[in-house]
Every structure is written in C-alpha cells, then in structure tokens.
C-alpha cells in the first residue's frame, strides 16, 4: 500500500525504519511498503542514497521482483510516461578502431570475427539511411564512427566537415533528428555539431570508474566524463549510458547510474553485452531475462533520467528473453 508522504523528514524516518531489515529480511509487505516510499521520492524529484540503490539490487525472488517490477513502473509513468522514442543508427565508419575497449569488435588490438571494415560512407548514402529510417518511423538517427575520437583526429578533420555537411543535409531534407557518435570531442568541436543541428550525442561511460579500467586502458573514464560536459555545455543532449554484463559487480552498476545522474544525462542507453567472438570478452556469459529485468528496473529507479533506452543486438534480446 502507498502510503501519504507527510513530509521528508517522516519519510526520512520510514526510510529508516525499513533499512532497519535489509530488501531479503523483509516481509511481502514491508518490501512493498519500502520500495513504494522510494518510489515516492524519486517521483517527488527526492534522490536516493547509494545504500538504497544497493539494497534495490538485493531483492530476490520472483514475488519480490514482481514488487519492484510495480513501484518501478510507477518511476517510469511519472517520469518518462508510456511514450516510446525509437532511434535507428548507421555505422558510418568502421573497424581498425586504435582503441583497446574489451567487448568491441572494431579495436584493431583484437579485431572480431564478422566484423566490416570500410572508410567515411558517402553523404548520399547516409541520407538515403536516414530517410529509410524515418519511413520505418524512426525519430531520431545516429551517425556512429569507430575512433578514440575528433578531438584526437579520429575520425580526421576532413571527415568531421563531411559529417557536419551531411548533418546539415539530413536537417534540410528529413524530419528525423540527427545526433552523432564520434567519441572525444572539444567544446568548439562541440559547438561547432550544435550549430549543424545535433541535439543529441551518444558517450556512453561503459561501467563505473573502479570497473572501467578492466575493459578499457587506451583511453580513460574521466576522459569520457569530460566529453559528456563538453556536450552538454555546448548545449547538445547527453545520450549516455554503459553496458551491463562485463564482469562487473551490483555495486559497479550503482556506481555506474550514480555517476550518470551526477552528469545530469538526458537519455540512458542500456545495453546488453552482446559477447563477440575474437573479443577479450567473446566468452563472456549472456545474461539470463530476470537478471536483465533487474538491472533495467534498477537503472529506472537510480537514474531519473527523462530517458531509459534499452539497446543490444535484438536477436540476442529475443532469445534471451525466451529463457
Ligand atoms: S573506441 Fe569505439 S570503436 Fe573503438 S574500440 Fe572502443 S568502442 Fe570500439
């Protein structure tokens, strides 16, 4: 039962009262009663603790997660309401990538089986993708490019013009919104994607500060961090989120969605590690439907961002989901 929230102060010492059990002591209604306060607080604009956060990962139990699964819903409607946002993306350059990032099948340092190589795609041929998908009612399109980044000259300068001149093109041609992915980028090179038109730019911080270095060592987090400020300062959107299922722990995934809501992130990709043959990570195990449940409810309630988007590869999300 949702109870009143007289006021923050009471709800404090509910909260308190109920951290008293840990998520696992406690009863049905207990649970219910603990998690729906949290509800409450996120939707009243409230931030939860880092304790909270890993206590939410400590639930177990068909029935206990079907309560979460409710009072999460409850965060979504209110802050995200039942409205779905597609996005399609291109690679517009791939492969031969000089950095080391353990689960991508681009990095020239383990290069993944099935894996396409191939330079900057035409403009023409980015627009005719752009327009096939708006027609399938995509509203937002992502040129994506392999590269440390623009700020390292990856992509190259001449590269960066041809993709600023083909997001101008889309803008004047399409109703879709154009965003960008093309890693490390200074706050001119920032200035100068707004004024093409991007509203949008997908860095994701992969894992959390004290993981990141198990997966990535070409490039570090702060680096990243200091990308998405860069974004955002220009005033482009931040699309930023990490990947789950790389070995880390509960406490890194916290880690992971504290950090986004510090950085104030517009829209959280999540994504499920898709294990790519010929990558340090190829053997890694897939996660089961009710893990993946878990960590997209958690994300939900520890992020409050306006955004959740769920990504991976949607065979693997599909069969994944029959288990
Ligand atoms: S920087 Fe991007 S393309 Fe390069 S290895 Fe890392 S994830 Fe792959």
Same mark, same amino acid.
């Given at each position: 039962?949702?109870?009143?929230?007289?006021?923050?102060?009471?709800?404090?010492?509910?909260?308190?009262?109920?951290?008293?059990?840990?998520? !696992?002591?406690?009863?049905?209604?207990?649970?219910?009663?603990?998690?729906?306060? &949290? %509800?409450?607080?996120?939707?009243?604009?409230? !931030?939860?603790?880092?304790?909270?956060? @890993?206590? &939410?990962?400590?639930?177990?139990?068909?029935?206990? @997660?079907?309560?979460?699964?409710? %009072? %999460?819903?409850?965060? !979504?409607?209110?802050?995200?309401?039942?409205?779905?946002?597609?996005?399609?993306?291109?690679?517009?350059?791939?492969?031969?990538c000089s950095e080391n990032c353990s689960f991508c099948s681009q990095s020239v340092h383990h290069p993944g089986e099935n894996s396409p190589i191939y330079g900057l795609k035409s403009p023409e041929e980015i627009l005719a993708q752009a327009k096939a998908a708006e027609e399938a009612g995509a509203k937002r399109f992502c040129l994506v490019s392999q590269g440390r980044g623009i700020k390292y000259n990856s992509p190259k300068s001449n590269e960066f013009e041809q993709i600023l001149e083909t997001v101008r093109r889309i803008q004047a041609e399409t109703s879709i919104k154009p965003c960008c992915a093309l890693g490390e980028i200074?706050?001119?090179?920032?200035?100068?994607?707004?004024? %093409?038109?991007?509203? !949008?730019?997908?860095?994701?911080?992969?894992?959390s500060e004290k993981f990141y270095g198990n997966i990535v060592t070409s490039h570090s987090w702060d680096d990243r961090v200091q990308t998405v400020k860069n974004i955002k300062a220009a005033g482009i959107q931040a699309c930023t989120g990490g990947i789950i299922g790389m070995g880390e722990s509960w406490e890194d995934r916290v880690d992971?969605?504290?950090?986004?809501?510090?950085?104030?992130?517009?829209?959280v990709p999540i994504n499920l590690l898709n294990p790519r043959e010929g990558t340090p990570l190829g053997g890694a195990p897939v996660l089961t439907h009710m893990k993946r449940s878990r960590r997209s409810l958690f994300f939900a309630y520890s992020s409050q961002s306006k955004f959740c988007?769920?990504?991976?590869d949607g065979k693997l999300l599909w069969e994944n989901y029959k288990r």
């Open positions: 039962m949702v109870q009143a929230l007289p006021s923050t102060n009471r709800q404090s010492e509910l909260n308190a009262e109920y951290w008293s059990l840990t998520p !696992r002591s406690q009863t049905t209604e207990q649970l219910s009663q603990w998690l729906n306060s &949290l %509800a409450d607080r996120v939707i009243g604009g409230d !931030r939860i603790g880092r304790e909270e956060a @890993i206590a &939410l990962t400590e639930i177990e139990g068909n029935d206990h @997660i079907l309560l979460l699964c409710e %009072a %999460a819903d409850r965060v !979504r409607q209110a802050c995200c309401g039942t409205m779905v946002d597609l996005c399609s993306i291109i690679n517009v350059k791939s492969g031969n200074t706050p001119q090179q920032a200035q100068a994607l707004a004024e %093409a038109g991007v509203t !949008r730019y997908n860095h994701n911080l992969e894992s992971l969605a504290l950090a986004l809501r510090e950085l104030e992130v517009e829209s988007d769920m990504q991976g």
